[in-house]
């Protein structure tokens, strides 16, 4: 790989990372609620020593850069302008400047399949190194149905000098997809240190205004067809026609296709911000991660995963790529995916005899860790 004397002093006195990313996702704002992977990986690169500068932009034109507070990284940002495509033509601009001024080590583009390419293509232009980040199948991202981006993403993966992936699933389905000549990890998702921890059930429900007795399933996130969400609702009116004392509680971006349950024991709190979503799992008896075996879900390591087991409640989830893997030896939290039935057997189950799954996770700071690995390895 890389050896010359530049670099190798840069890796004694730590180096100059650029971190290229979209600013929303998963519908969380990574600035102002401070979120997410690509926030929580970098600040903890910066952490280690690293001089960190991230770039952030915005598929949304409504965004403002917050006040610089005390981030551990340098962060830009930018947005789309009266189209997607002017607003990636200024940021190209912008970001060839800040290459040539900041003069970093090394790039890595994460978020999705745009900043992946866009890090090959700094790098190629200015000879420098380049990571890719995936925190999922980026190809099942409706972004590369967009002309020569799936082209441009794959040879990107390809040629990147090395690739961090969410989970096992997903190395071996990059390996075999884009034959990548640098060397790729495993960083899985994580959590942040004391920000998901169990909380008295009771106050957590009295201050979402939620029901204090009786038993409260739910989940958060992308409440859409694409997670296979119908079975979820199917399943609790199943439930409810049986059961007076159980509720659901339901957070995030809604489908109008597949619209919320209209039901008395229905509790839809909206799209909370991150701050809160300790507060929502504590209040649950028992979280339900949905998802379909399509090309997102065979691949996706579901976020609340981990948040929802630090706060130490049952979790079911679908019986699909690494949820299959994780909970292989906790078959009664597991459901098939698409089948009513068997959720609510699952849901039944663990309203009897709850079983909170026992896996080591991990922080944010153990990942970042991982991660400095393999940026280390790209220098030797």
């Known amino acids: 790989m890389l050896t010359n004397e530049r670099y190798a002093t840069s890796l004694a006195q ?53 006040d610089k507070g005390d981030y551990v990284v340098n962060w830009y940002s930018y947005a789309t302008d ?47 190194p380049y990571i890719v980040d995936l925190y999922d199948n980026f190809e099942s991202f409706k972004l590369t149905n967009i002309p020569l981006i799936k082209q441009g993403f794959r ?6 000098d090395a690739v961090s992936v969410v989970s096992g699933e997903l190395k071996e389905y990059v390996r075999k997809k884009y034959k990548p000549q640098g060397k ?13 921890v169990p909380m008295d ?30 079975v979820l609702y199917k399943s609790f009116l199943a439930l409810a026609r049986e059961n007076s004392n159980i509720h659901l509680v339901l957070a995030g971006r809604t489908d109008k296709k597949i619209p919320v349950p209209e039901h008395e024991r229905v ?39 981990y948040e929802m087991l630090a706060c130490k409640i049952p979790v079911i989830a679908a019986n699909v790529g690494v949820m299959k893997r994780l909970f292989q030896n906790y078959p009664e939290n597991l459901y098939e995916p698409g089948d009513v039935q068997n959720l ?22 153990d990942q970042g860790a991982r991660l400095n690995v393999l940026i280390s390895q790209v220098f030797t």
């Open 14 to 66: 730590f180096l100059k990372i650029l971190f290229l990313t979209k600013r929303i996702y998963t519908g969380k704002d990574l600035l102002i609620e401070r979120y997410g992977r690509s926030y929580e990986l970098s600040a903890a690169l910066a952490n280690i020593g690293h001089e960190v500068t991230g770039v952030c932009f915005s598929y949304y034109r409504d965004v403002v850069m917050p």
């Open 82 to 128: 009266r189209t997607v495509i002017s607003g990636v033509a200024k940021y190209l601009v912008a970001l060839a400047k800040l290459v040539k001024h900041y003069q970093p080590d090394i790039i890595i583009g994460a978020s999705d399949s745009l900043h992946v390419i866009l890090a090959a293509l700094l790098g190629r232009r200015h000879k420098l």
């Open 155 to 160: 040879l990107a993966v390809k040629k990147a």
């Open 184 to 196: 790729v990890s495993v960083v899985e998702n994580a959590i942040p240190a004391g920000h998901f």
């Open 201 to 230: 059930k009771h106050e957590a429900r009295n201050k979402l205004n939620l029901p204090l007795n009786g038993v409260i399933t739910g989940t958060a996130g992308a409440l859409d067809s694409s997670r296979g969400i119908d």
């Open 267 to 305: 509790h839809y709190l909206g799209e909370i911000n991150y701050g809160g979503m300790p507060l929502l799992f504590n209040s649950l008896d028992i979280g339900i991660i949905c998802n379909k075996p399509d090309a997102f879900g065979a691949y996706c390591f579901p976020q609340k995963l």
């Open 344 to 365: 609510v057997r699952a849901i039944n189950l663990q309203i009897n005899r709850p079983v909170i799954p026992e896996l080591k996770i991990p922080l944010w700071t």
